[in-house]
């Protein structure tokens, strides 16, 4: 399937404030979707494959008649409840093109409190029965702070948190999509934020907003005949290799990408040494950097080094990250634009642009039973 | 402190269960011996059906510990801020549960040897730990 597939079309409405929204989820998924079929110059009408996650309330059939959908011929939605789906979204729909069920197909997320409640509850009352709820915890954010720390006590310095937090940031004071347009953050502030749960503050976690973000995929061959350059899906790969855990991982503070990174970098044909660019999910600041560790783009070992502001940044990194400024700095779609910047960003169409840049890695949801990731690349990676 | 009772017709049953008997029980496969946890209802390693829930010893190993620092759980702000304890049991394989500590944290750390005690709330008998002594 390597480069079989191409990415042709994003599309966004603005990141509202929780609750902020204009309109219902319906709404916004509509806005989405039509403005990533203006990008890439195909009429909604033939879109004819819808794939989501994360129990994404916005099925295809409710899209049907504001799209005008000629005839719908894939629907499908990844398991889970949190990013871990978003990246397999993008798998499910590559298989429906690839296997010819499907030509044109719409990866989508939306997200409005007004629809569909907040978001951090959704995400705890999917992942956490009452082991989690009667001993104290009901957020996200404390598991994640349980597994950053024993990375930390694994060997990963909290200077990694910081530099990638104070990376994205300075991505997003360049992006008038951003939350955070305008804004960057200096490492006196990040340290002097109000503790949430350690090892984090506020800086290190993301904020819910009211979005919807939408990518469109199809064949390399009609990619070919459309308005910009196809960005070629290189590699894709979905699933787990440990189940429901319940925190037993047995290496808890990994991303645990591990075996999926094996299966994307074998079909991608080509290894973490390879990417220009990454945008990784990044729900809090610990969890992406497990999840550049186990993806191997750095070990525990070279974290110290490798993971500074300096090399984390587009303007000359070694090994840039997440460019629009992340769920942190740009805004939280639920890892849906990190996708969108991968695009854009092969595209040279980035707020951000890494210069020759010609693979980007993008991930979903470290730390959870379904994990996902994919290799994008220009014309020049087939 | 009420954080709603845990249902009784679920795979973990016996577990709660134990506690609101003072004992705490990990699933371990009559099969082939390995501890289980999470509970199944059947052995993925051996195909058994035949579980059971021997009694474990209340002693474990703090395997990962964050301090919690904004009120996220409603029953819970008057604590802030807690530790959250993830706690291995070496009497059971390794089995991890999480936690909360009910005593001093002074010299609370990863690795750090916890005590578990069965505590009554309102709605269930709960696990709680202190440092060993
Ligand atoms: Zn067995």
New binding site residues.
């Given amino acids: 399937m390597r480069g079989a597939i191409a990415a042709v079309g994003v599309g966004e409405t603005p990141y509202y404030r929780h609750g902020k929204a204009p309109g219902d989820e319906t709404l916004l998924t509509l806005q989405a979707i039509v403005a990533a079929c203006a990008d890439a110059g195909i009429d909604p009408r033939d879109i004819n494959g819808f794939a989501s996650y994360a129990d994404d309330r916005n099925a295809g059939h409710t899209l049907m008649r504001g799209l005008g959908t000629r005839e719908m011929r894939w629907a499908s939605m990844a398991w889970g409840g949190g990013g871990g789906g978003s990246v397999a979204a993008v798998g499910a729909a590559a298989a429906a093109i690839h296997s010819g069920q499907a030509e044109i197909v719409v990866v989508y997320r939306t997200i409005a409190e007004a629809s569909s409640g907040r978001l951090q509850d959704a995400v705890a009352h999917y992942d956490m029965g009452p082991h989690y709820t009667l001993h104290g915890i009901s957020s996200p954010a404390q598991i994640c702070g349980l597994k950053t720390e024993r990375l930390i006590h694994d060997g990963v310095p909290r200077s990694a948190l910081s530099a990638l937090v104070r990376a994205q940031y300075h991505h997003a004071s360049r992006n008038p999509r951003a939350q955070a347009y305008g804004k960057t953050l200096d490492a006196a502030t990040y340290d002097a934020a109000r503790p949430i749960v350690d090892p984090f503050g506020l800086y290190d976690c993301s904020r819910e907003n009211d979005v919807s973000v939408a990518v469109i995929l199809t064949s390399a061959r009609r990619a070919r005949a459309l308005r910009k350059p196809p960005v070629y899906l290189l590699g894709v790969a979905q699933g787990g290799t440990i189940g429901e855990a319940w925190e037993n991982e047995p290496d808890y503070g990994s991303g645990g990408f591990e075996a999926i990174a094996g299966r994307l970098w074998a079909m991608a044909k080509l290894g973490p040494k390879e990417i220009d660019v990454a945008q990784i999910y990044d729900n809090f600041s610990g969890p992406a950097v497990a999840a550049i560790i186990s993806h191997g783009l750095c070990s525990i070992e070279e974290a110290p080094e490798l993971l500074t502001f300096d090399n984390l940044i587009a303007d000359g990194g070694r090994m840039p990250v997440n460019t629009s400024g992340g769920l942190i700095a740009e805004g939280n779609a639920h890892g849906m634009g990190l996708i969108a910047e991968a695009v854009r960003q092969l595209r040279g169409e980035s707020s951000n642009p890494v210069a020759g840049a010609e693979t980007c890695l993008v991930t979903g949801g470290p730390q959870t039973p379904l994990l996902s990731s994919a290799v994008f690349g220009t014309e020049a990676t087939l | 402190m009420s954080h709603g009772a845990p249902p009784a017709d679920t795979v973990d049953a016996p577990f709660w269960a134990g506690l609101a008997g003072g004992v705490l029980r990990i699933q371990r496969?009559a099969?082939?011996a390995?501890w289980s946890w999470p509970p199944q209802w059947r052995?993925g390693?051996?195909g058994?059906w035949e579980m059971e829930w021997p009694e474990v010893p209340m002693e474990g190993i703090v395997h990962a510990l964050s301090w919690t620092r904004h009120p996220f759980s409603p029953g819970m702000v008057d604590k802030i801020p807690y530790p959250v304890l993830l706690v291995a049991l070496p009497d059971a394989g390794g089995a991890r549960l999480l936690g909360l500590l009910d005593g001093p944290a002074e010299g609370l750390a990863i690795g750090s040897r916890v005590t578990g005690f069965p505590q009554e709330t309102p709605d269930h008998t709960a696990l709680r730990w202190q440092l060993a002594r």
């Fill in positions: 496969c099969g082939c390995r052995c390693a051996c058994s």
